[in-house]
């Protein structure tokens, strides 16, 4: 069939009648149909060229053709695209140069936390020696059989690692993949929505993510929260554009990629799922949906056993059995004796660990801090998509799908981890993606008109700026507060690479990351960790409270060839102890 002109854009010919024209018009339509499917350009044919159908007399003006008018379209579309990715881009920038003056949070107090710390450590090591390691020491884990230090997978230390090599080593140079995720993110949750629904929603979902507290915290960061979920939405935005018939094959290795940041990226297999049931046709999507499961975990299989993610210590029985931050970091012995020798002793430590997880999350959810607020705007409303499963039938698959990994999610954290309000946003922060695109379909099915939606964006906005400000300016005053505490301790700890410091976290964290390479552990819970801890690292320099000295006793101290040497002051005029080891 010929290509038929727009209607509304053609003009009649001088001097025909109207059939005489109708019949000229198709035939031109025509011949432009053929050059087409020739592969001809149009002016080489005087037949499609329109400057000579003007200039001979034969139209009274250009026409629009119909792929004329498709391309000019596509061209508005692309050009709207460009103009609402620009947009958020920009409001993502604002949010964090909002987030309580950054370049002054672009500081020392602002990487002043032991896992950003072990973050850059860790990259460090791998820029400089081609080793995932750290010096940062667990005692609890000195009973485990590993050779790569670091606890976590190596994703997040690999992306510092190379903004460090392109930029140098500076506070900056960490908190850039941070940052770059966070304005990646939004573009991606742009293209996902609009992907799945429109542009609209789209445009909302990425704006939604944009002004959302716990991303503008985390993108200023040396915490793997951004990166993670940065590599989520990398991953879900490509399988959903791949060809349908590609996506059982290629999802997999999908899959490995937020999974190298961290395992719970394992997750995002249930959205592609949801994705092959809602697009594929007839049973074969249950094959697709079978072959997506199955090699994805046989992948996985593989992926676990290369030697930086295999060889490195394992938290899975101190988050089950340990029941406070010594145990968790400072006791080698204590969960080791409480490990069950039966699968009724595990059945029965699952059950009591899952109460009082439940326990924790009721109080962290009703405590009067940022984070417990964030923790319920992650937690609750996936119960409310439920009723979204009724009024947006085209993202049935999508929203259960959505629902049934925030379900997971909260069982994995309930049975294996612990629950507090710090802890559970980081872990729940790969749902709220999935979140800002069920929110914003929502306001695209309720909110009618333009200026209904961008109000309620914009009240959504300040309150979440006025949220951030405020946990901002209370945590830097803390920060700095602590810094000027402890600057006469770590004034008086000269830098040895051939031994260990053993302080506390602040003192260490802020002693590692001034003199790489250093090592720092947590301070021993009891003589015999201290005696493992001096024998796989020899430990040079001691900085003990009267708590500590009272705990480990002097003589232990000794024992292990550290003598006393100063006293210094700190936080709140809280004496300190140095140790020692002779010259």
Request: with cysteine; proline share 5%.
């Amino acid at each position: 069939m010929p290509y038929l002109p727009d209607r509304r854009t053609v003009l009649a010919p001088r001097g025909r009648d109207a059939p005489a024209a109708i019949a000229m018009l198709l035939g031109e339509a025509d011949n432009c149909a053929r050059c087409l499917f020739r592969q001809k350009r149009h002016s080489n044919s005087a037949d499609c060229d329109k400057s000579y159908m003007v200039r001979s007399g034969r139209l009274s003006q250009e026409i629009t053709f119909p792929w004329e008018q498709q391309a000019n379209n596509m061209y508005d579309a692309n050009t709207k695209e460009l103009q609402s990715i620009l947009i958020l881009v920009v409001v993502g920038i604002a949010c964090l140069t909002s987030y309580a003056a950054i370049l002054d949070s672009i500081s020392l107090p602002a990487l002043a936390t032991n896992d950003q710390v072990v973050y850059i450590d860790a990259a460090r090591h791998v820029l400089h020696e081609g080793q995932l390691t750290t010096g940062v020491i667990y005692p609890s884990t000195l009973r485990q059989n590993y050779s790569h230090n670091y606890f976590y997978m190596p994703g997040h230390a690999l992306v510092i690692a190379l903004s460090l090599w392109l930029i140098g080593d500076s506070v900056v140079a960490s908190l850039l993949p941070s940052i770059l995720a966070y304005l990646l993110c939004i573009i991606l949750l742009y293209w996902i929505g609009s992907r799945l629904v429109n542009r609209t929603v789209g445009f909302m979902a990425g704006f939604l993510f944009a002004i959302f507290p716990a991303n503008i915290i985390y993108g200023v960061s040396a915490l793997s929260e951004m990166t993670f979920v940065c590599a989520g939405l990398i991953a879900f935005a490509v399988f959903l554009y791949l060809p349908i018939q590609l996506r059982p094959w290629l999802g997999p290795v999908l899959v490995c990629v937020p999974v190298l940041f961290r395992e719970t990226g394992v997750f995002w297999i249930i959205p592609m799922a949801a994705v092959i049931l809602q697009e594929s046709r007839g049973s074969k999507r249950y094959v697709e949906v079978l072959v997506l499961l199955g090699l994805s975990m046989a992948l996985l299989m593989l992926i676990f056993q290369l030697d930086w993610i295999k060889d490195r210590p394992s938290r899975f029985y101190l988050n089950l059995l340990a029941k406070n931050f010594q145990e968790w970091y400072m006791d080698a012995f204590t969960v080791e004796l409480k490990r069950p020798k039966s699968l009724a002793g595990w059945l029965d430590i699952l059950s009591a660990r899952t109460i009082l997880n439940l326990k924790e999350l009721w109080w962290s959810l009703h405590r009067p801090f940022l984070e417990a607020v964030l923790l319920n705007v992650l937690l609750w409303p996936p119960f409310f998509a439920l009723v979204a499963l009724k009024w947006l039938p085209s993202l049935r698959n999508f929203i259960a799908a959505y629902i049934l990994m925030a379900l997971v999610m909260f069982a994995f954290l309930s049975l294996f981890y612990v629950w507090d309000e710090f802890i559970g946003v980081r872990l729940l922060l790969m749902l709220f993606p999935l979140e800002a695109i069920v929110v914003a379909c929502a306001f695209d099915y309720w909110c009618r008109t333009s200026l209904q939606r961008g109000a309620i964006l914009c009240v959504l906005a300040l309150l979440a700026l006025l949220l951030s400000l405020a946990n901002e300016r209370s945590e830097k005053r803390s920060n700095e507060a602590q810094l000027a505490a402890f600057s006469p301790i770590l004034s008086t700890i000269s830098p040895d690479p051939s031994g260990v410091l053993v302080s506390n976290w602040r003192v260490g964290a802020l002693y590692v990351y001034e003199n790489y390479p250093a090592k720092w552990a947590f301070v021993p819970a009891n003589e015999r960790t201290l005696e493992l801890l001096h024998e796989k690292y020899p430990v040079a320099t001691a900085v003990l409270d009267k708590a500590d000295i009272q705990r480990l006793g002097v003589k232990a101290l000794e024992k292990i060839g550290l003598v006393y040497s100063m006293e210094v002051v700190g936080p709140n005029g809280s004496a300190y102890s140095v140790f020692r080891r002779p010259p």
